[in-house]
């Protein structure tokens, strides 16, 4: 879950290791606060993401997402892999312009967490997350199509 939240606001290998190393502190100086009011995951996840938002801020820096660098060999239908390895790292591009919490509500939203847990992570309300969750599609959307088109 960690190194998820670390590469979703990460470039660098570096960069990963040092947000990594700063959530566990954080975890490690916040866990006498923890009451058990939601579960442990959910704690988990605020953390870090306030940790990764924080620390982000305090940088000042933009940071992208890359696609992976390494992918199967034995590809059996290699055009369709590559077609899908386009499409993913045209995704990751745009995901990457999003803004901080942008990126928190997408990644909770690809890791299947339901609007209450990620209500509980993010300390934002359903609805308003739900309307979010629509803008960063249709956002998601239109960077995805500049980015296809040559625009982006």
């Not at 359903?126 to 088109?149: C, F, G």
Request: glycine share 4%; with cysteine.
């Amino acid at each position: 879950m960690l190194y998820k939240v670390c590469n979703m606001y990460c470039h660098t290998e570096f960069d990963r290791q040092d947000l990594f190393q700063e959530i566990v502190i954080q975890l490690w100086k916040s866990y006498p606060k923890f009451r058990g009011d939601s579960k442990f995951s959910t704690w988990l996840y605020r953390i870090a993401l306030n940790t990764a938002i924080s620390d982000l801020r305090n940088q000042k820096k933009n940071i992208t997402l890359t696609a992976p660098d390494k992918l199967p060999t034995e590809i059996e239908d290699i055009q369709y892999y590559r077609e899908k390895e386009e499409q993913l790292q045209q995704l990751h591009m745009a995901i990457g312009q999003l803004t901080e919490i942008e990126k928190a509500i997408t990644m909770l939203y690809l890791e299947d967490k339901s609007y209450d847990e990620m209500e509980d992570i993010l300390g934002i309300n359903q609805n308003n997350l739900r309307v979010k969750m629509n803008r960063i599609k249709e956002k998601l959307r239109k960077l995805t199509k500049a980015v296809e088109h040559g625009i982006g």
